[in-house]
């Protein structure tokens, strides 16, 4: 089940997104851009954040890929540590 608090913050969110929008838009339209103008305007925030998920994916995969080479690393390290052990004691 998906908690309370979570279904609340999300829908306050939600909510406060299109009173932003509205009240932008209503702005761009007062400061005298054309309803086309002002959508083209507006349009720049979605496409940025596309962009922006796009990139912090990426960004993402590659910190994941960096992690997993980081423990082949010491896993190695640690197999050659246990080698030199095993060969001092005989």
Do not use: C, H, N
């Not at 829908?11 to 929008?21: L, N």
């Not at 954040?49 to 912090?56: A, D, F, H, I, K």
């Amino acid at each position: 089940m998906i908690d309370r608090q979570t279904v609340s913050t999300w829908s306050s969110g939600t909510g406060a997104a299109g009173v932003f929008g509205a009240v932008g838009y209503s702005a761009l339209i007062q400061a005298g851009l054309s309803p086309k103008q002002t959508l083209l305007v507006m349009i720049t925030v979605p496409v940025i954040q596309g962009l922006r998920s796009v990139t912090e994916g990426e960004r993402e995969r590659e910190a994941e890929r960096e992690r997993r080479k980081e423990r082949g690393r010491k896993r190695e390290a640690e197999r050659e540590r246990r080698r030199e052990r095993g060969g001092e004691r005989e």
